[in-house]
């Protein structure tokens, strides 16, 4: 450490010491992606003095990143994201060894680039690059933290770390392409990306120091617009880990949009007496405080242990509070239950509220 009172307050912090900022120096870490989630990873691990930094982008600054992507400046638009990041990371801590790579992850380039680092962030925004960085540390053995975000609602978790889970563990089957919009389609606060960002930073930070337990086996979900945070369990499936090789395309199949259901239809469904399950994954206090009569309490935090008492000879509804966490929650139980025919609720039960009021709703 060149200079150590720099890091003086993280020194005094007990548990951490010394000892962790000397290992924290030693540490080498790549991040993939200098968008909305890259960027507070960027800043903190370089202030924090993460000795090596690699940071791997093809995108240039473009003004609708600015309200999120807050390093880069209205002058820089138009440049490289990379080089951006390296005139400022040089500016913050000259001490920090820097290096960028302009291009995105691809098959072809990323066991060579991911090979030389300690630690793999993914701060990406796409499914065909999250089960790359994967599939690329599961052959290298090398540990990745996992952020994303969607509407008001993010997710961290740590994946390959010690033997433990993998994102395939999580997500086997990759989506449909455009199942899932991402912020460029759906929409982003510029503080969520910030706040996932920060998280992200903050379990590589424990990889790497062994401070304090990293989230391995648990996915950390946060709702921003309920308040609501809890965290899945993550089982581990030895299949995850039997990769060979990387595979020759991660593109993925232009097929439909999940089965959705409107609240109308669904209202229409209830009436007719039609033979069909009704699973809420909101959590336990939420389905307790205000329910639809019909549903059946799947809390999507324990949707990976618990039965469901549902035959799969008929349909499976699955309703959230909004409708974002009930598609996690369809990907899921796809990976259980291959042959159950999965329809999404449209908005969730505020849209039943919004449309329907009290009708079949116990409070």
Known sequence: MRDSNRYIRQIQLPGFGKDGQEKLARSSV?????????????????????GHLGIMDADSIDISNLHRQVIYQSSQAGM???TACREWVEKQNPDIILQTYAEFLSVSNALATIASYDL???????????????????????????????GYEGQVSVFNYQSG??????????????????CNQAGVLGIIPGIIGSYQALEAVKVLTECAEPLSGKLLVLDFKDHHHYAINIRTNPLSRQIKALQSSYALDSCAIEDE??????????????????????????????RLEQAVSVPLS??????????THQPWVVMCQLGSRSKKAIQILKSRFPNAKLINLEGGLAQ?????GNLHLNE
Request: glycine residues 6%; aromatic residues 10%; contains cysteine.
């Open 30 to 50: 790549l991040v993939i992606g200098a968008g909305g989630l890259g960027v507070p990873v960027i800043q903190y691990l370089s202030a924090m003095g993460v």
């Open 80 to 82: 490289d994201k990379v």
């Open 120 to 150: 793999v962030i993914d701060a990406t925004d796409n499914f065909e690059a999250r089960y790359l960085i994967n599939d690329a540390c599961v052959l290298l053995e090398k540990p990745f933290v996992y952020g994303a975000l969607q």
């Open 165 to 182: 889970p993998t994102y395939r563990c999580l997500y086997p089957i990759p989506p449909d392409a455009g199942q899932i919009p991402d």
């Open 261 to 290: 259901i409107s609240v109308e239809e669904l209202a229409k469904w209830l009436l007719a007496d039609k033979e069909f399950a009704l699973l809420d994954v909101r959590e336990t206090s939420e389905f307790e405080a205000e």
């Open 302 to 311: 324990e949707i990976y242990n618990q039965t469901i008492p549902c035959s």
């Open 352 to 356: 039943w509220c919004l449309e329907m």
